[in-house]
């Protein structure tokens, strides 16, 4: 067994209430690393296409790498891979804190969970040995709860534990995992899944231990990543001193902070809303994950006022625009409540905000009134209707029950034209970054292979904030306004971006480029053994990504999925740098296609897949390629 690995999977079917331990083929660690890697590679060729997302048959991943739990900085992450219940895609969230550390600890790569228990359950992974428990007398509890019951039954508070709340219990499509009490695998609503199966927790502890494969090279690649982090003025300065929120006002400038539910590009409190504007009034200290020197999370405490209680985690920069500027609001104080309730109710925080964005505007527009919301004026800017919303949401209560199940599904229910102002890729709230000031962002989110997503790369902070690249051939200056040259150097950030979050390490030693291609990739071949230099770094980038694309197109998504917003496109920029501007998508998603080897619809050509080992899902793209020129021709 190569370097980095435990060298075992642990499977739990819950249907059987079974467990079994499986050795990953090393080809396949070589050709996927492991997180979202090996969660795709493991999705694909285990769910049928047309799998209901909440069925038994569904599988929820849980994916180490062979980075995790190793003394790379930023190391403490795990990857969670299943069919998302919200867009019908594959979807991969990723979570840090010291879950993963403790799972690999415990002897494992990775968990796969199947089937579905006739009665909620927790798993505790005791040093190698699994264990399911009876878990009715959880079931109903916060995750705040959960984490602290689970812990007092076992008699080790020292425990490292996932859980879902209320809202992945109630099978709300964007409820979240929550591990550490606040660190969240959240988009796509994994939760739910795992609500499905009636599994309310995993708890894990160990004091085993893994191998570099070559201990001399792995130290000197692990002291050149640590003084690159350091050295980095985002990763060394920017994010410990101010979290990601600190570019509010940045992105602000640049007319790409979404507001109100992306009608313009500029928040008229966007300082009082900002990373700078929480260390002066609110934060308390600073923490990391397990292994990590950046310490980007605000830990904070608002002592009196209509807020007062809250205390802990702080929102980070997309939950901060979803429920700051997307709703109109510049009261930092609710946003922090808000965040810190989908945390305990177990919600996607971004999610959450940007629905709650969308029936502001939906009120405000009289497609919805007080009849509809139960009294609550949910205008924009009112930051107490925003935030009374949470826990209607997770638990389903009077309009929660609306918007509990996606944007999608809401806009049926509500009719009268609601789904004109859905700001949504593939069912997938947009995020923190508006579209018509950061061009590349439009093609990112038209193309991202879980919807909606700025994630992989943070293609908004490349051409507003110049966080350049060295390695990726990409230009010395960035117009975030217009559309020409993006897809030359969006395509390598992709593979970059999942080949890292299959490592698996944080995006945020790569949101500026503090640790380059070529780093991970000796850092890797020291750790495993095997032999990796830049570019079969990001080739295993581009086999990942094209096998979450087939993914996808084997469910039925296509170019005609593809596709913004229509305000994106059609309504102009009314304010900021991007003023008069919108996205001219075709032309770009043209230029994409070509470049990636695929055709026309957006399907991976069988040379494309060939090149990367994946020819064996030709035969799935083939059907789909098919069944999408039928469409066409209809």
């Known amino acids: 067994m190569p370097g980095g690995y435990t060298g075992k999977i642990l499977r739990v079917d819950l249907t059987q209430d079974r467990f079994s331990i499986e050795k990953p083929d090393e080809a396949v660690l070589r050709d996927y690393i492991g997180g979202e890697g090996l969660g795709i590679k493991y999705l694909y060729d285990e769910v049928p296409a047309g799998c209901d997302p909440l069925e038994p048959e569904n599988r929820l991943i849980f994916m180490t790498g062979p980075v995790t739990g190793s003394l790379a900085p930023t190391s403490g992450r795990h990857c969670v891979t299943t069919k998302s219940p919200l867009t019908g895609c594959q979807t991969t969230s990723h979570a840090g804190g010291y879950w993963g550390t403790q799972l690999k600890l415990a002897g494992y790569d990775g968990i796969i969970v199947q089937g579905q228990s006739p ?33 007092e039954e076992l008699h080790d508070h020292k425990l490292s534990v996932t859980a879902i709340g209320p809202a992945g219990e109630n099978l709300v499509k964007f409820a979240s995992i929550q591990n550490d009490r606040d660190r969240s695998a959240a988009r796509g609503g994994s939760g739910a899944v795992m609500g499905s199966k009636k599994l309310k927790a995993i708890a894990v502890r160990g004091t085993q231990s893994f191998f570099a494969a070559d201990p001399g090279k792995y130290k000197a690649s692990m ?6 982090v350091y050295n980095n003025v985002i990763s060394g300065s920017l994010l410990p001193k101010n979290g990601v929120t600190g570019i509010m006002d940045m992105i602000n400038d640049h007319g790409a902070l979404p507001t109100r539910n992306h009608q313009s590009g500029t928040f008229e409190h966007a300082h009082n809303i900002s990373g700078q504007k929480m260390s002066e009034t609110m934060l308390t200290r600073t923490r990391g994950c397990y292994c990590c020197n950046i310490h980007c999370t605000r830990l904070i405490n608002i002592p009196y006022g209509p807020y007062h209680g809250t205390r802990g985690k702080g929102p980070d920069y997309d939950a901060t625009v979803a429920f700051g500027s997307q709703c109109g609001n510049g009261n930092l104080e609710a946003a922090a409540r808000a965040n810190l309730w989908c945390d305990q109710y177990g919600l996607d925080s971004v999610t959450t905000g940007e629905m709650i964005a969308w029936a502001m505007e939906l009120y405000e527009r009289g497609i919805i009134n007080r009849h509809d919301t139960r009294g609550l004026d949910l205008k924009f800017g009112n930051h107490e209707a925003m935030v009374a919303m949470v826990p209607k949401i997770a638990t389903r209560m009077e309009f929660g029950a609306v918007l509990a199940d996606g944007l999608n599904e809401a806009a049926r229910r509500i009719g009268k034209g609601a789904e004109e102002y859905i700001m949504a890729v593939k069912n997938l709230n947009l995020p923190g970054f508006e579209a018509r000031g950061s061009k590349v962002m439009g093609l990112q989110y038209a193309v991202d292979n879980r919807g909606g997503d700025d994630l992989r790369p943070y293609g908004a902070l490349i051409e507003c904030l110049g966080f350049r690249s060295k390695e990726l051939d990409m230009p010395e200056r960035f117009d975030p306004v217009s559309e020409a040259d993006k897809v030359e150097w969006l395509l390598p950030a992709q593979h970059y971006s999942v080949a890292v979050n299959s490592l698996v390490c944080c995006m945020f030693t790569i949101i500026g480029y503090s640790v380059e291609p070529g780093q991970y990739a000796r850092h890797l071949s ?93 035969a799935d793209l083939d059907r789909a390629r098919t069944e999408a020129g039928k469409q066409a021709a209809a």
């Open 119 to 151: 009665d909620p359950v927790y798993l505790f992974i005791d040093d190698g040995e699994p264990k399911l428990y009876d878990a009715g007398s959880i079931w109903g509890r916060d995750v705040f709860q959960t984490d602290l019951l689970v812990k």
């Open 223 to 228: 002291d050149e990543l640590l003084e690159s």
């Open 526 to 618: 020291a750790i495993t053994g095997f032999s990796y230099d830049k570019d079969s770094l990001l080739l295993v980038g581009e086999r990942i990504w094209n096998l979450q694309r087939a993914f996808n197109v084997r469910e039925g998504f296509t170019r005609k999925d593809d596709r913004l917003p229509d305000r994106l496109t059609t309504e102009p920029a009314p304010s900021g740098p991007a003023a008069g501007s919108t996205v001219h998508l075709d032309r770009m998603l043209e230029a994409y296609y070509e470049a990636r080897g695929w055709d026309r619809d957006g399907i991976p050509t069988r040379d494309k897949l060939r090149s990367l080992g994946l020819e064996h899902v030709f």
